[in-house]
Nanobody, 116 residues
């Protein structure tokens, strides 16, 4: 069965950095555009970055220039390097495919808290 396991979150001061990882199994990782999503308290889940099988990337305006998405198809793992973090980046971060197909079952996510 499909498994998405996010890790790497934590508490960081404004301006700090974190690198998130998403280990996947149960599907052919390399054929999908993958995305990082986040959900802040009281808000809907939003897509913050995606990466196609070609390596082409897209970012939400709110994170452009600060976040970098990458993938390792051999390891079936998705990454999100987050720099210059802001308090408004505080959320639970999830990975999933970014497709017209239904999302895979969501993992537990990883909490990112940006606070001084």
């Amino acid at each position: 069965q499909v498994q998405l396991v996010e890790s790497g979150g934590g508490l960081v001061q404004p301006g700090g950095s974190l690198k998130l990882s998403c280990a996947t199994s149960g599907f052919i990782f390399s054929i999908y555009t993958m995305g990082w999503y986040r959900q802040a308290p009281g808000k809907q889940r939003e897509l913050v970055a995606s990466i196609a099988r070609s390596g082409h990337t897209n970012y939400a305006d709110s994170v452009k220039g600060r976040f970098t998405i990458s993938r390792d198809d051999a390891k079936k793992t998705l990454y999100l390097q987050m720099n210059s973090l802001k308090p408004e980046d505080t959320a639970v971060y999830y990975c999933n495919r970014n497709s017209q197909l239904p999302a895979f079952p969501w993992g537990q996510g990883t909490q990112v808290t940006v606070s001084s």
